[in-house]
């Protein structure tokens, strides 16, 4: 099986989320299934160094506004 996990964290989120990725992720690696992620920033170059194939999504922003609408802090 082939698998797509998006990978999202808000600006003001935790590392939580990606831990439960890399355990899905090595789970169905274990069971001879190919994965991919789908992310931004941060959670783009640690997948990257941890040699995930990863595909650029565009960057978190709060409530998922449009970034105009949605000043960094």
Known sequence: MRLLIPVFSPLMGTWGGLTRV?????GALAAG???????SGDLESRLRQRGYRVFSGPPATMFGLPAALSPRP
Do not use: Q
Request: charged fraction near 15%.
């Open 22 to 26: 890399f355990a899905v992720a090595e």
């Open 33 to 39: 299934h190919e994965i991919a992620c789908c992310a």
